[in-house]
Nanobody, 127 residues
């Protein structure tokens, strides 16, 4: 059974940082691209970043948090990460990781393409 467990969320003040982790069990992470998403209540999940596995490349959507969010992976630990710096109140939401075993050399932003999802971790940015 494939399971993804996010951790590292919490309550922080504006300008602070968080590192989210996504630990995968039941599947070798090296066999999938990884995406991180954010969901604000009632809205569709928003793609934040994704990372391929072959010669890992990172991809950011056009409305990305470029310069503030960094995605990376450690396949030896079967874990992916999202480093978030200079957080803003607008970053508040539930953060999810997901894996797409269909793609290795690239990755996509469409949430529907990801086969396995974690349960999410809450991030709240407030003073």
């Amino acid at each position: 059974q494939v399971q993804l467990v996010e951790s590292g969320g919490g309550l922080v003040q504006p300008g602070e940082s968080l590192r989210l982790s996504c630990e995968v069990t039941g599947f070798a992470l090296g066999g999938a691209s990884v995406g991180w998403f954010r969901q604000i209540s009632g809205l569709e999940p928003e793609s934040l970043a994704c990372i391929s596995t072959t010669d890992p490349n990172t991809y950011l959507p056009e409305n990305s948090m470029m310069g503030r969010f960094t995605i990376f992976r450690d396949d030896a630990k079967n874990t992916a990460y999202l480093q978030m710096d200079n957080l803003e109140p607008e970053d508040t939401g539930v953060y999810y990781c997901a894996i797409d075993p269909k793609r290795l050399r690239t990755c996509v932003f469409r949430a529907s393409e990801y086969a396995y999802w974690g349960q999410g971790t809450q991030v709240t940015v407030s003073s």
